[in-house]
């Protein structure tokens, strides 16, 4: 059996496993218990001072004896504590879900934001395990992840900031590792809230770009106070349909991983008529490792769920290309992403 690397602890897979007995990590209990009180906001509640369950389960418009029974619970697995007089507090593990640390992201742990909500899917792994075509989000909700996300605007604003915090580690990396001044023009495909393209507008002044995602506004936004209006632009409009002709480079980034095969083709496909023969398609994101080994399980296990896509290696990616008639011109490291230049084949 193949030994991978976890990126998030440096441990191998096995190494994680290890230690841990059945019953913990099969169990639902806990983690839904942490869920419930990081929704609830009960770690921002008792980071200052304990306070009693009666107390929470005020503060919390909660059911007080249920509300207890979860508190106890999280007191024996080492969340919480709970003094002599029925005060919760934080241990250095409850302490974690205050603020993204780089290890817990609380945001995934809240049931009523999006990437919360899309946790839930996971009670349909069943269904998809013995179907292989289901995908869970929508079997869960009666709607896409992508259409769901679009009927609520906070959400989908979380959403985008969340994949924006992510990226912004990135940017400076990537706009450094790839001649991007050279392309004249670029559109940012599902560029999100315009993070990627600012950072590339900043660091190459020559360079001009659109964004292309479902929603304007929030690009337009970060344009403006960027000061890069009279540079940059924001499209409303889908990746699965044709879009804008004529820039130098169509840039897709984190994508490839959210959707199926034949999505993946589509996008891929529009990009490559957009670019034409002079232009380029260039796939900027962190590629699964060989085939046969894993690195990132989870990850991998999530874009199955939310979205039927998948992490892919770096071959798979090019395979994909190929079918729509991208060939792979070059490849850059920007620290832990890859930077893959694609043009048409047809063109040479």
Known sequence: MAISETPATGQSTSERGSGRTLRELSDLITP??????????????????GQTAEALAAATNSDPDVLERILFHLVGVGVLTRDDDGRFGLTHVGAQLLEDDGAVNPDFLDLDTVAG??????????????????????????????????????????????????????????????????????????????????GLLRAHPGLRGTVVDRDAGPATRTFREAGLTGRAEALS????????????????????????????????????DAAGAAGKVIVVDEFAAEEGVRTDSETDLRMLMYYGGKERTMEQV???????????????????????????????
């Not at 839904?32 to 001072?49: C, E, F, N, W, Y």
């Open 117 to 198: 909500r899309a946790e839930l899917s996971f009670i349909r792994l069943p269904d998809v395990a013995r179907s292989g075509d289901i995908v869970a989000y929508s079997a869960q909700y009666g709607t896409g992840f992508w259409d769901d996300l679009g009927k609520e605007p906070s959400s989908a604003a979380h959403f985008d900031q969340v994949m924006a915090d992510g990226m912004q580690k990135r940017v400076q990396e990537i706009a450094e590792s790839y001649d991007w001044g050279a392309l004249g023009s670029v559109v940012d495909v599902g560029g999100g809230n315009g993070t990627l393209l600012a």
């Open 237 to 272: 409009g889908s990746f699965l349909e044709p879009l804008p002709p004529g820039a130098g480079g169509y840039v897709v980034s984190r994508i490839q991983s959210d959707w199926n095969d034949a999505d993946v083709r589509t996008i891929l496909g529009h990009c490559a």
């Open 32 to 49: 839904m218990t942490i869920r419930v009180a990081v929704t609830l906001r009960i770690p921002q509640k008792i980071s200052g001072g």
């Open 318 to 348: 090019r395979a994909l290309a190929a079918d729509v008639g991208l060939s792979v011109r070059s490849l850059r490291r920007a620290a832990d992403w890859t930077i893959m230049e694609l043009s048409s084949a047809r063109g040479g």
